[in-house]
């Protein structure tokens, strides 16, 4: 095949690579590596394709062959190292960045990804030492510079991160993501530039929805932050709106499996509940977004006792793994879980978490939506501790709204999901608190917010901790915290945030008016 032919061929596939269409090009390539084996470029391309279309296996095995055929090739040992991080085979995954660094010492890819794999572990001493590595080869890289803007607002170094995000935009004004970030960390006032700023993006550049969604959030916050609640129910509503455009919206699989739940544990009793454990313990922190999970992690975290993990996607994704089918909870594949198999699981989930501290007995988990496997936590980990955060719910319908999330929250940018989703929440969480009555502690967000000292000691007596001073101070620690709340866990208890609600009674009425009746 001509050379020329070939080149063309490659970049062909490239650009569909980088345009996204993943199993096209996986394809096409595959075809073509039949008239050019071994063709390490299309190999790594296609390892690639298959790691993002979640195909772990086969891009493990696709660069691992690459790297037999080429033993220094540094693309292949970064690319293994990104399938090891998507597996939390973190050690892996740390290995094949530094085999990629110790061939080429410059390759800021490698290095920028060792940062996101200390990220990810809440090392944030090496992470901030490996994006300021990869700075030096490179100042104007946008992602690097964004990244540790993350990691310093995770840290609450608000000044540092602003300072990150404000050369992102610098270098790229139509990245909407350093506005929205900037936002979350600021108190604006009516003369604030970054208003501005944000409006005539809107007006001038070409921004895709993703890009404008980012600015209507923005804006929506920064209007309130002066109370001009009409502006920011304006801004808020487009942001809304326009999300519901891009995502998948259909939750009755979901509903279904709260339902599935429900018949399954009505039956079900848990041997050993009540067992005291010399394991490791967790102290799971559920409810709804937004209903204060953060501010409670905040403060059991603050114990000396007690590592925080922040918001951990591990529990969810065991329980989509062992026990769905068809997108759906199977009862039958949990009525046929074995002791054995509940240990192994378990061991899977406790090796997890000591790799963010091997010392610690004690860690919280703070995934709100883990409400939903409550049952199933507590047979895996019968001596874990449950914390049910709640809040008034129109506050908390109302703090959902205003803030643009993941996919596992696609309920939130609709009036009418909004409340049909927390009518789920509520029936599954009245169940398991009939189910488990004495393992679920209820944290109420006003209660605490109005005797913090006495809910606080409350709190920590059902953990098993004594009461520490350095809990009621809990603002002021330099623990992480990855989720939107990052700035307000990061102040002393207010009572602003209590029936905020009224500040919008007339924009959500319809919504207000149905919790009534829950």
Request: with cysteine; hydrophobic share 35%.
């Amino acid at each position: 095949m001509d050379k020329e032919i070939i080149k063309n061929k490659l970049q062909a596939l490239l650009n569909h690579y980088n345009a996204g269409n993943f199993q096209y090009t996986a394809r096409e390539s595959e075809i073509l590596l039949k008239k050019l084996p071994n063709n390490i470029f299309l190999m790594n391309l296609i390892g690639s394709c298959h790691q993002n279309l979640g195909n772990l296996k086969m891009a493990e095995d696709a660069f691992v062959y690459i790297i037999n055929l080429d033993n220094k090739n540094i693309a292949a040992y970064n690319n293994l190292g990104n399938v090891f991080k998507t597996q939390k085979k973190f050690e892996d995954a740390k290995e094949n960045y530094l085999k990629a660094i110790k061939i080429k010492p410059d390759f800021i890819n490698a290095i920028s990804n060792l940062g996101n794999l200390y990220f990810e572990l809440n090392d944030f001493k090496n992470a901030i030492e490996n994006y300021l590595k990869a700075l030096k080869i490179d100042d104007q890289n946008a992602l690097t510079h964004y990244n540790l803007g993350l990691v310093y607002q995770s840290i609450g170094e608000f000044e540092k991160s602003k300072r990150q995000f404000q050369k992102v935009l610098e270098i790229n004004p139509a990245n909407t993501n350093a506005d929205k970030m900037i936002s979350r960390s600021t108190k604006y006032t009516k003369d604030n530039t970054h208003i501005k700023s944000m409006k005539e993006k809107l007006d001038n550049l070409d921004l895709n929805d993703a890009q404008k969604i980012n600015l209507f959030f923005s804006l929506s916050k920064a209007y309130e932050d002066f109370k001009d609640y009409e502006n920011s129910f304006k801004f808020l509503k487009l942001g809304n709106d326009t999300k519901k455009k891009l995502i998948k919206r259909d939750f009755k699989n979901e509903y279904k499996s709260f339902r599935n739940l429900k018949t399954f544990f009505d039956k079900y009793e848990i041997k050993h509940l009540n067992e005291v454990s010399k394991d490791k313990k967790i102290i799971f922190i559920v409810g709804l977004p937004r209903s204060g999970t953060s501010l409670i992690e905040q403060i059991i975290s603050t114990h000396s006792q007690v590592y925080g993990c922040g918001e951990l996607d591990y529990i969810n994704n065991i329980v989509r793994k062992y026990f769905y089918s068809n997108g759906v909870l199977d009862n039958t594949k949990l009525g046929n879980l074995e002791n054995n198999r509940i240990n192994e699981i378990k061991n899977e989930y406790v090796e997890f978490i000591e790799k963010f501290d091997k010392n610690s007995l004690i860690f919280t988990d703070k995934a709100p939506l883990n409400f939903a496997w409550i049952g199933i936590i507590k047979i895996l980990i019968p001596n874990s501790k449950i914390i049910h955060c709640s809040r008034n719910p129109k506050d908390n319908v109302l703090s959902l709204y205003k803030n643009d999330f993941d996919d596992r929250l696609n309920f939130a940018y609709d009036f009418d999901d909004l409340f049909e989703f927390y009518k789920e929440y509520f029936e599954l969480m009245k169940f398991w608190k009939t189910k488990f009555s004495n393992q679920i502690y209820e944290a109420d967000y006003e209660k605490i917010i109005v005797n913090q000292e006495n809910e606080i000691k409350k709190l920590l007596n059902f953990c098993d901790l004594n009461f520490e001073r350095e809990c009621l101070n809990f603002y002021k620690t330099k623990r992480p915290i990855k989720t939107v709340s990052s700035a307000q866990a990061r102040q002393p208890i207010y009572k602003s945030s209590m029936s905020s609600y009224q500040n919008y009674q007339k924009y959500m009425k319809e919504i207000f008016d149905k919790l009534d009746q829950v």
